[in-house]
């Protein structure tokens, strides 16, 4: 305990200088396709991200769950090569893969050596240009997400009430759709859904291309252009109109369920990624969560022995999101009681502000974090895709540090305030109840 005191004590560490904004390459091709490069000579390897502007937000009712879906049906099979065929191919070169589905976007990982970008290019080219629509692989991936989302969320208490709470918290807004999908939309889905959701959002005028590591830019955007150029634009996707009504008084959700402990969730609306106060909001979040020296793990675990686990995070999506509060409570706990002390400890937030030692821990903690992702090739490629697409362009990572190094106690006490509201959040509880008795039993 004294040892965690006194690293509370230590100041924020200055913001080093962020080098290479000078080596970044940026261009966008003739069909619409942004292309970012940074070159990394460290190792001889290359980190290639793929984003696709295309997720949940994107979907509608009767259709929801495509976006993730075709994370999966990317890898299966296009005009020239086979199914699983991308997967032997980079893996024999030493590469590897994986892809991630959001509420905003989709995104697909590549990592290899770099004598392997011209087959990694070619291969991501293919299965933009030529992605084939098998009736039998659509039935088996459709059966691969139905289970998948059985053990993600309908036999996963956490994944439950998260789903249920962010469908009660927007009325309008199509961030209440599961990213998974709602299950008798993955059983509807039809031929035509596919291919009319791929000619749209797979087409290169709604795609980013990232690349990290050991390249020559000009080379590099040489390839790419081969590759991708010849790939025609589509009209652009539909706007995403609704826009969420202001919410007035807080929403519950209370789901009973044969579970080990109950978990109590606070989902309150928070603002854009592009917000200016985001630098602000970061170390809120931190203050408030991050390790065993965050006000919430101290009062509601430490000292009142109220909760078992915190956590939190804000959804930082094209559009107004969430900031979630989570916790793990004790057995039998009551998870109002529990939300009592946590709003006493908010509102103590809000009316004191933090402490410059809080602020500087949240600080430190957040620049360390930033620096140890951006120390791999990998993260290099996240953060030029994750900056362009959410946060302005792809230059703003240069400044990162210093944004956060700026951040005042006031600008952190003003976002609390603005956040932290009440009325303005929706609330989830799972409650234990004995077996037998919960819903389906």
Known sequence: MRRRAILDRLPAARAPELSGRESVRAATLSNGLRVIVWPVHHIPNVALNLWVRAGSRNEAPGTTGLAHFFEHMMFNGTLRRHPGEFDRLMEAQGGANNAFTSDDVTVYQDWFPSHALELVLDLESDRVASLTFDP???????????????????????????????????????????????PQDIQSWRLQDLQAFYRTFYAPNNLMLTLAGDVDPEHALARVRRHFEPIAAQPPPAPVRPREPEQ??????LIPRNVPAPLLQCAYKAPAATDSRASAIELLLSVLVDGDASRLHRSLVEEQRLAIEVSGHWQEGFDPGLLWLSLTLPEQAEPDRVLGALDRELARLVHEGVSE?????????????????????????????????????????????????????????????????????????????????????
């Open 248 to 253: 007035l008084s807080e929403r519950r959700v």
């Open 136 to 182: 039998e692989l659509i039935e088996s991936e459709r059966r691969v997400v139905a289970s998948e989302r059985r053990l993600r969320v309908e036999d996963n208490p956490h994944g439950l009430l998260a789903e249920q709470v962010q469908a009660a918290a927007f009325l309008a807004h199509p961030y209440r759709f599961p990213t998974i999908g709602w």
């Open 357 to 441: 030692n809080e602020l500087a821990r949240a600080r430190n903690l957040a620049v360390v974090g930033f620096w140890k992702k951006l120390a791999t090739i990998d993260g290099k490629a996240h953060f030029l895709g994750e900056f362009e697409a959410f946060h302005g362009g792809w230059f703003g990572l240069f400044d990162a540090p210093a944004r956060l190094e700026a951040v005042s106690r006031a600008q952190v006490r003003a976002v609390a305030e603005s956040i932290l509201d009440a009325r303005r959040r929706t609330v989830g509880a799972v409650i234990q109840e004995p077996a037998g008795r919960s819903a389906g039993g």
